[in-house]
């Protein structure tokens, strides 16, 4: 936070706000541990849970577009997290 490490045990943040006519519920924690084939992996979690309770943009001809605009918010959340260093160092494609 503010450009320096948490280094805590463990970190939990959890926010919920609304942007671009989406709801979105978003969680960080530091120092998680996953299972991955036999090993525990460290790391950290970012949940990002985006929706929306507008429904005329549920009605089946607009579904497609709200989806696609629900995961195009999803990302710009996600991409906004990073630093430059590490846009840098993982070179993501939108």
Not at 18 to 40: E, G, P, R, Y
Not at 55 to 84: Q, R, V, W, Y
């Amino acid at each position: 936070m503010n450009n320096a490490p948490l280094n805590n045990e463990e970190t939990v943040i959890r926010t919920v706000f609304d942007q671009n006519n989406f709801i979105t519920n978003l969680q960080i924690v530091s120092k998680a541990q996953m299972l991955v084939k036999n090993t525990v992996k460290d790391g950290s979690i970012v949940d990002i849970d985006t929706f929306t309770e507008n429904k005329d943009s549920l009605i089946a001809n607009k579904l497609h577009i709200t989806l696609e605009n629900g995961h195009s918010e999803e990302k710009i959340i996600f991409f906004g997290l990073l630093n430059a260093d590490c846009l840098n160092k993982l070179i993501p494609q939108y």
